[in-house]
């Protein structure tokens, strides 16, 4: 993947024009045929992780404006820079549950999706071996084809002890290496800015999406979908600069995320009435537990999964919950004898998507409407805090129960996929239903929010729309 010069990128008809280098656009492109002559065009700039660990990483974060009538603060993450939020996340990387994709077959909840689990297997296995994930022991309830490319980091002492009294209790997958490809995770829980560049990011991973036909520009924020005689000719752009210009392409894909994906759908007069529409991510709580067992000492920053409110769980009414069980940052008791004696445990539940959760456009930008987390979500967690004594082996002294948290920095909806354009703005290979070479990728598409985090899925549902062409 290089850089190329604006007057040739202009000036080239490519065989797909793509907006961002985000995990979704990378991915999308490596799944494309051989040969394929791509251009990808980043609003922000490229940087290196020495320059982003002296600027703490703050490089390209956006600021969305919002309207909320919700009683929880809520924040949105994103960065605009090379590589996209694969330079902030945590690279916690479980894949979704097979009831994920088939919430109203399964529970009378939400909508199904227009894949299955089955249908995305392959994927998953190929974008883990891409980020070289470490994991293991999960496969009784979300079935493999192939081993994790590499073994799960140690478990902390809570997570040993755990582990051995339930099997819904395992190693969380995860793209912070444990040796084999990048530096081993140093477990200092400061994963947004990895200091050793242990997690994989797009910039350090390059070598993954190597192809001699892949270019990039940066600088160039996509604004609108250029379109004749019923199909997408390329995309319209602005640089930093304020200068503007058209790049051509036989096919386009949008991969800047949730909000900017539908704000360039409508500037491009897109009209389906999900656009823009179901807005969501999941809602969580930290919970520390303090109980006589002793905790930490794991080899990475999130150690273990509980899946005991989300395997098998009742989703008809309230939200499944997946439980993380943290090793660092640590929260230590204030107790002589007892001062690991505390498990950090965070619940994340799947929220409802609504249809007035949306963005707008005002002046050409997008603006939030937040009307907050539906109490699906919230009841499940409840229900989850109300059950922790049926999850943990020994008796729980004293639970201490953290705000609801402002933010996933999951960007979900806007653009969700669907059978017909009755149902979604997209198709299963995340085709848009109005213009048969316009792609919009990434989490937008999800109709209904797993508890699991979003990354490996959008992932692999990128990889697999790539082949499909």
């Known amino acids: 993947m290089r850089p190329v010069e604006f007057d040739i990128a202009a000036n080239e008809r490519w065989d797909a024009v793509i907006a961002g280098t985000s995990f979704a656009s990378l ?7 051989q040969g394929s002559r791509v251009l990808f065009l980043e609003k922000g700039e490229r940087y290196s992780h020495p320059e982003r660990l002296k600027q703490r990483g703050q490089y390209g974060a956006e600021t969305f404006a919002q309207h909320s009538t919700a009683s929880i603060d809520k924040v949105w993450v994103a960065h605009s820079t090379f590589g996209g939020n694969s330079n902030c996340w945590w690279g916690c990387t479980p894949r979704f549950h097979p ?4 919430l109203r077959t ?11 689990y089955n249908d995305l297997e392959e994927f998953y296995c190929d974008a883990e071996a891409v980020m070289d994930i470490a994991g293991g022991g999960s496969d009784a309830a979300l079935p493999r084809s ?19 009294t339930s099997p819904l209790w395992w190693a969380q997958p995860t793209a912070r290496s444990n040796g084999t490809r990048r530096s081993r995770c140093c477990g200092n829980g400061v994963c947004n800015l990895c200091p050793i560049d242990a997690k994989f ?9 190597d192809r001699p036909n892949f270019h990039y520009l940066t600088g160039w924020e996509v604004r609108s979908v250029a379109r004749s005689a019923g199909l997408a000719t390329g995309l319209e752009a602005r640089h930093s600069s304020g200068r ?4 051509r392409g036989d096919m386009v894909a949008l991969g800047a995320n949730a909000i900017f994906n539908a704000a360039i759908l409508l500037r491009s007069g897109f009209t389906n009435p999900h656009l823009g529409r179901n807005l969501h991510e999941q809602t969580s709580r930290v919970v520390w537990v303090d109980a006589p067992m002793q905790n930490f000492h794991g080899g990475t920053s999130i150690t273990g999964h509980g899946y005991h409110f989300y395997h098998g769980a009742d989703r008809s009414k309230h939200a499944a919950v997946l439980v993380e069980n943290w090793n660092s940052p640590a929260s230590i008791r204030m107790e002589p004898s007892k001062w690991t004696q505390r498990l950090v445990l965070k619940l994340l539940a799947e929220d409802m998507p609504q249809a007035d959760n949306r963005i707008e456009l005002k002046n050409g930008d997008p603006v939030i409407h937040w009307r907050g987390h539906h109490e699906y979500g919230l009841e499940g967690l409840d229900r989850a805090v109300s059950h922790l004594q049926d999850i943990i082996p020994v008796p729980i002294e004293r639970i201490h129960l953290q705000p609801h948290t402002i933010t996933e920095a999951h960007i979900q909806g806007t653009h969700r996929m669907a059978s017909t354009a009755a149902d979604g703005v997209i198709d299963k290979n995340l085709r848009t239903f109005e213009c048969a070479n316009v792609y919009a990728l990434g ?9 699991a985090n979003p990354t490996l899925t959008l992932s692999a549902l990128s990889l697999r729309a790539g082949r499909q062409i």
């Open 201 to 209: 990011t797009i910039l350090n991973s390059l070598d993954q999406f």
């Open 99 to 102: 009831e994920d994709f088939q």
């Open 146 to 164: 192939r081993p994790f490319t590499s073994p799960p980091h140690r478990p902390s002492l809570s997570d040993q002890k755990l582990r051995e």
């Open 443 to 451: 989490a937008g598409a999800f109709p209904t929010c797993s508890p």
């Open 244 to 247: 503007e210009a058209t790049f």
């Open 27 to 33: 991915f999308f492109a490596l799944g494309l045929p």
């Open 106 to 116: 399964r529970h009378g909840a939400g909508m199904d999706w227009p894949v299955s």
